[in-house]
């Protein structure tokens, strides 16, 4: 159990504990095009079995007024998609093949958005969003070979770094506020 | 007996040290604002800077109105009141008086001639309330004797707005979308009306009429 437990490792891009936070501020203008926040993290897996990261989320609105006919920012209003793996660190073993998961491997902050509504079609059409990590939890978004020979986190070449791109598209959306709670975890195998 | 518990205390501190070592998940926090939020745009979604050019007034037999237009979309994710504000009339080239009338803004009728609020992203096609002195097309009063025909207290004009005053007023406009969407405002025209008179020459006159959207 320990030796499983040591397998993998995700972290922040400085090796420690990834617990990133970003913020939106939905004041509706006149550009069709999402805005985009993204964070990085790094992934490291010393098992023959490779990997897999997992997702899951929850996501609360609070409106600060009655939404009087209108729409509330929905978690299907927010875009999430792999937009970087980089494999380039030394010790990571090549040739490789990682694979991000399907409605996953797209940038929702390069999606226009006609006539100024929210874009993303969904994952099961190729531009996943918030909404299908609430509904499905555990959802592997990325998956691999064995990373490197070791997984320990104070050694600076053995790991991937992936890059997660939020985005939305600002709206009139009832005044108020939401929070996202995303969860990541890297596990053995495929 | 002592050997065997030194050795079973070892083995619970590697366990345990391998275990910290692993972080096998993490965070990520999304947090987001959605302030209120209006606007008022030109018919093209652009800043509201509009001329209405009502040309010479030169009188003449009838009632013939010389009027113009505006037109402006408005967007809110709250209910809203619209407020309008008129400047003094400035003149360049004006004439003696010599015992008649200069036009005033009292001469000029303003009103709220039309609201569309039909588009498929429009949160409330009902309730949008113009104020009933300002409710009505200057362009279709009577003129009776060649006179100005705005009644005082009936008949809004540029002269009941010469400080911030509220106009329109309704419900949240906008289910969704932003500032490009096309069918998530409401279209209100404007109407301005005056009957050319023998009023004091000048070469020109304006006034500039500012309008504010605002949360109710």
Redesign the interface.
Known sequence: MPGRLCAQNITDTSNGTMSAVISFTVTPGTSNTPVARTVSFRIRCADASGYHVAASASYVAVPGAPADGGATIAASDIGVGITSVDTSSSQVIKPRTDTIAYGFAYDPGAVSAPNGLTPYAGRAAGQATVADLVGSPGTTILSGDRIAASENPSDPDNYITVTVTFALLPQYFTPGTFTVALTLSIMNGP | MKTGKLFLFGALV??FA??A?????????????????F?ITNTS?ATLSATIILGTLTPATGGTLTSGTAQIRL?????YQLTAQATALSFTGAGAADGGASIALSDFGFGIASIDASGA?V??ATGHTVVSLFNYDPRSVSVTNGLTPFVPSTHGTLDDITTSTQILSG??????????????FILVTLAVATLPQYFTPNSSFSTTVTLTIASQ
Not at chain 2, 23 to 37: F, L, R
Not at chain 2, 75 to 79: C, D, L, Q
Not at chain 2, 173 to 181: R, Y
Request: hydrophobic share 25%.
């Open positions: 590697l366990m391998g275990a070592q692993a972080q096998t998940s993490g965070t990520i926090t999304i947090t987001g604002t959605d302030p209120e939020a606007s979604d967007r809110s994710n709250k209910a992203n949160a409330n419900p949240r406009i906008s289910a969704q979308g932003n500032i490009s969407t096309d069918n998530n």
